[in-house]
């Protein structure tokens, strides 16, 4: 299944891993490098890379190169599309065509 | 006068009309998919029904449905009501060379402060209990 993936959707996505949301939190508060990060948590370098992957690009961290480092920070107001309080419906609609999906499969071919 | 907002989504079925038209209109396939569907329900214009989530905190967890517009293969559209928040979902099919495309389009929400607290509370009781947890965290730890 495809779905256009709109920027709430992947903030959820991007937060619903504890790690990457412990990332996430710290981040909210101090500006560190993948090697701080990695220091403060009981994750190796790499992995703490491809978490901030995934929140870079649900716009949720953004990372300033200082010499050959690049410190990462949390996007103020990242989280302001949660805010929107349509928000929980495009998440339910997402969830529910995931589950229709799942349900198609399973199902007979339809005679034409 | 409030505006009201409407959400769309579009998502692309590796499915024929036909088959995602059943699926969308029976009872034992929806209760599978969206909600459980309680007894009673006929697939009729102006018809009700009742959907069934967690209840919460001052609501059963009833969302009331009516059908406003059946059109076999084509659209569907019903009201969607619980407290605070009074809305039509559309779903639309358009045959397409891999299958279906389904568009999802929930109109009505309106930006008042009294249906914020009540629709946006019980909305976000429908989602899944994994994305409520990640919530319940979030507001805790006061993020940006």
């Known amino acids: ?112 | 006068m409030s505006e009201t907002q409407t959400l769309s989504l579009e998502f692309e079925l590796k499915h024929s009309p036909q088959k995602v038209w059943r699926a969308i209109t029976e009872r034992e396939l929806l209760s599978q998919w969206l909600l459980p569907v309680l007894e009673g329900y006929r697939l009729e214009r102006d018809a009700p029904f009742t959907l069934k989530t967690e209840p919460v905190q001052g609501w059963d967890g009833e969302v009331s449905c009516r059908f406003l517009e059946i059109a076999p293969m084509r659209e569907l559209r019903f009201a969607w009501e619980v407290p605070g928040i009074s809305t039509t979902v559309t779903l639309t099919l358009t045959p397409t060379s891999y299958g279906t495309r389904l568009d999802v389009t929930q109109s009505g929400f309106a930006p008042t402060q009294k249906r914020e607290f009540g629709g946006a509370r019980y909305g976000w009781n429908m989602m899944s209990e994994r994305l409520q947890a990640l919530l319940d965290t979030l507001d805790e730890g006061g993020a940006p």
Do not use: C
């Not at chain 1, 709430?8 to 990060?37: G, W």
């Not at chain 1, 961290?61 to 929980?88: C, K, N």
């Not at chain 1, 229709?100 to 034409?112: A, F, R, V």
């Open chain 1, 1 to 112: 299944m495809n779905q256009h993936m709109n920027e709430p959707t992947a903030i959820f996505r991007a937060l619903a891993d504890p790690t990457r949301r412990a990332i996430f939190e710290r981040l909210t508060r101090d500006e560190l490098s993948v090697k701080q990060i990695a220091d403060a948590m009981p994750i190796s370098q790499p992995a703490v890379s491809q978490h901030l992957n995934v929140l870079s690009e649900a716009q949720l961290v953004s990372g300033r190169r200082q010499g050959r480092q690049t410190f990462y920070s949390a996007v103020p107001h990242g989280l302001q599309p949660l805010i929107d309080w349509m928000e929980p419906y495009r998440a339910f609609w997402t969830e529910r065509v995931e589950a229709l999906n799942d349900l198609l499969d399973q199902m007979e071919e339809e005679e034409p």
